[in-house]
């Protein structure tokens, strides 16, 4: 498929495309302007702006990794620089430490995250977050609005901080968006919102490293990916993120079941349900 002059002047972002939500991912960055790119094996990696981890199982995500060859490209395209967004699952992969049960992961983000944290299914649902008062860079100040609300289900909870992270929302008390260098994660789904203000976000990272202006009008899907063996182009070599700074672990308080939150809440609606998303 030839692109178009604007498909080709919109950064291309690769979503981790082996099980989750990755097409929900995909729907919401075309909203937001950009090209994206079904990421099933390592050539896919070549030439992308940034990378998205979707939500979705992360277990059945690192056993269809090894077996597909893409757990080391994965962590190094990880480790490059470019702007990484990880939802749900995809934050579970970059934790430091997982719990419920322990499983491994990259260890890029310095969290300790719980599987399944905010309860089961019947516990998921639509929350307000708090993210007009915290402590971040004046640059993230109001680049998310008091109200934001964030769907949960069958989420991972942050239960410790291990040294320098920005929190961007909590959800009564709880850190559920942070962001380290290039690394940005969410406890909850942000792409099943139209526009919601996280994508967006994310979305302005990915224009500002990849110094593109936002194009109008929405790009389609890059149509067949890189097979292996045949390489897109690689773009400009990014530059290695340094390692999260060792600390004294941030206990985040008790974890108490989502029933018991005060925040407002809807239940997740049949096409959330139909993602089949969990920790």
């Known amino acids: 498929m030839t692109d178009?002059?604007?498909?080709e002047a919109a950064p291309l972002v690769g979503v981790l495309a082996l099980q989750g939500d990755f097409a929900d991912h995909q729907e919401?960055?075309?909203?937001?302007?950009?090209?994206?790119?079904?990421?099933?094996?390592?050539?896919?990696?070549?030439?992308?702006?940034?990378?998205?981890?979707?939500?979705?199982?992360?277990?059945?995500?690192?056993?269809?990794?090894?077996?597909e060859g893409l757990f080391g490209p994965l962590g190094e395209a990880l480790q490059s620089g470019i702007p990484v967004m990880a939802?749900?699952?995809?934050?579970?992969?970059?934790?430091?430490?997982?719990?419920?049960?322990?499983?491994?992961?990259?260890?890029?983000?310095?969290?300790?995250?719980?599987?399944?944290?905010?309860?089961?299914?019947?516990?998921s649902g639509t929350f307000e977050l708090e993210c007009?008062?915290?402590?971040?860079?004046p640059?993230?100040?109001?680049?998310?609005?008091?109200?934001?609300?964030?769907?949960f289900i069958r989420a991972p909870r942050i239960t410790a901080i291990h040294g320098a992270i920005t929190v961007l929302a909590r959800r009564d008390g709880d850190p559920v968006l942070v962001q380290k260098d290039h690394l940005l994660a969410a406890c909850f789904h942000p792409e099943?919102?139209?526009?919601?203000?996280?994508?967006?976000?994310?979305?302005?990272?990915?224009?500002?490293?990849?110094?593109?202006?936002?194009q109008e009008g929405k790009p389609e899907q890059e149509g067949k990916p890189a097979q292996p063996g045949k390489p897109a182009q690689p773009g400009k070599p990014q530059k290695q993120s340094k390692p999260a700074q060792p600390g004294k672990p941030e206990q985040l308080g008790n974890q108490e079941?989502?029933?018991?939150?005060?925040?407002?809440?809807?239940?997740?609606?049949?096409?959330?349900?139909?993602?089949?998303t969990t920790s």
């Open 4 to 7: 178009t002059t604007n498909m």
């Open 28 to 67: 919401a960055l075309h909203a937001c302007g950009l090209r994206t790119r079904q990421v099933r094996a390592a050539a896919h990696l070549q030439g992308i702006d940034a990378l998205v981890l979707p939500g979705g199982e992360s277990t059945t995500m690192l056993k269809l990794l090894r077996v």
């Open 87 to 123: 939802t749900c699952a995809g934050l579970i992969l970059l934790a430091e430490q997982v719990e419920n049960p322990a499983q491994q992961s990259y260890g890029l983000l310095p969290v300790t995250v719980v599987r399944n944290g905010y309860g089961r299914q019947f516990h």
């Open 132 to 137: 007009g008062e915290l402590d971040c860079e």
């Open 139 to 151: 640059s993230l100040r109001g680049a998310l609005p008091p109200g934001m609300t964030g769907t």
């Open 192 to 214: 099943l919102s139209v526009a919601h203000p996280v994508t967006m976000l994310f979305a302005d990272m990915v224009r500002a490293a990849a110094g593109k202006p936002e």
């Open 257 to 276: 079941q989502a029933s018991n939150h005060r925040a407002p809440a809807s239940r997740v609606g049949p096409r959330e349900a139909a993602t089949g």
